[in-house]
């Protein structure tokens, strides 16, 4: 058996649905699309079979672009669940032949409570495709392959709830940075985090005078949460002036010249590196990388010191 040649016609199979699947595209798509955009409660995907788990995945990829949504299978609806969907959802129910016995019976009490139903079918012509308020066709395939386990069936159904999803997030306005803010452990979310989701701020922020001894900035390093091993130095009018660091400290001491009655205006760093808040933390890290310093001042348009990135912290969320 030539097992490539059963391979490339499944896909040459799969892609020649997904390819109908965009040429049987109307009017109901956009509808589909403004009525879940405009939904002022939840997008509820429903499927029986294998169409459950695609429709675990398009609820997922909503959620993880702006739509909330959840998955409801059809049988447990049935029994108990149907109090998950209320008036103000929109119902996604997948079904190939559109005849599926489970999701036409949830159809009844669904509409009922006057919830808006969107059909994902074969044919407008099914029973689900006739009940719903709208209809997604996907045209009707044997199955790749034997011809009996779902296969072009469930692919276009991913496809199509991909263009359903990408199309409401473009009608929504959803940026990267939305995106960003849903996931905040990816690489992408890491790429656009913003220093003030970050940095230290508050009592994480030793923030000493420029007249203040050397005695209690050191005092005052010790204290403060997360030991930062910085103090940033600001005039009397709140503005940056300078930082300390461990490092000085150890340079005086090594120098001899650790006098803790010192103002640290006569030992500190002038020239601290700094960012603003809005600023990626990727380009913070680039700034403490191409320095080669462990701390970076977080400062406001008029200079105030706002917050502290530590390399520690860096490390830790791995922007380093």
């Known amino acids: 058996m030539d097992v490539l040649a059963v391979a490339r016609e499944v896909l040459r199979d799969e892609a020649r649905a997904v390819s109908d699947a965009a040429s049987r595209l109307n009017g109901d798509f956009p509808a589909a699309v403004h009525a879940i955009a405009g939904c002022a409660g939840r997008l509820v995907v429903s499927g029986m079979g294998k169409a459950n788990f695609v429709a675990q995945k398009i609820s997922a990829t909503f959620a993880s672009t702006g739509t909330p949504s959840h998955f409801v ?13 209320t008036r103000e959802d929109v ?20 509409k009922e409570m006057g ?6 079918t074969a044919s407008k012509a099914s029973s689900l495709g006739r009940a719903a308020d709208l209809t ?23 496809a199509l709830g991909d263009a359903l999803a990408m199309a409401v997030l473009k009608v929504r306005g959803f940026t990267e940075e939305d995106f960003a ?40 390093m010790t204290a403060t949460p997360g030991r930062p ?24 001491s090594e120098e001899g010249e650790l006098h803790l009655e010192r103002p640290v205006h006569a030992c500190m760093g002038r ?30 348009e008029e200079n ?9 912290d860096l490390l830790t969320l791995r922007f380093l």
């Open 73 to 85: 299978h059809p049988g447990d609806a049935l029994h108990g669940d149907l109090g998950r969907i």
């Open 115 to 120: 919830a808006k139903v969107l059909a994902m």
């Open 136 to 158: 997604l066709e996907m045209g009707r395939w044997e199955e790749a392959g034997t011809g009996l386990a779902p296969t072009t069936s469930t692919t276009v159904m991913m």
């Open 181 to 220: 803010a849903f996931h905040p452990a990816g690489s992408l979310g890491r790429k656009l985090r913003r220093v003030k989701t970050v940095m230290r701020t508050g009592n994480m922020l030793p923030v000493v005078q420029r007249t203040t001894p050397l005695s209690q900035v050191i005092a005052t």
């Open 304 to 312: 105030r010191p706002v917050g502290l990135l530590d390399v520690q």
């Open 229 to 252: 091993g910085a103090a940033v130095v600001v005039t009397k009018a709140g503005k940056l002036s300078g930082i300390f660091t461990d490092g000085d400290l150890r340079r005086l």
């Open 271 to 300: 020239h601290p590196k700094t960012v603003r808040p809005n600023q990626h933390v990727t380009a913070a890290a680039e700034v403490l990388r191409a320095h080669h310093v462990d701390q970076v001042v977080v400062v406001d």
């Open 91 to 110: 119902l996604l129910a997948l079904s190939h032949s559109g005849e599926t016995e489970e999701m036409l019976s949830l159809l009844g009490p669904v």
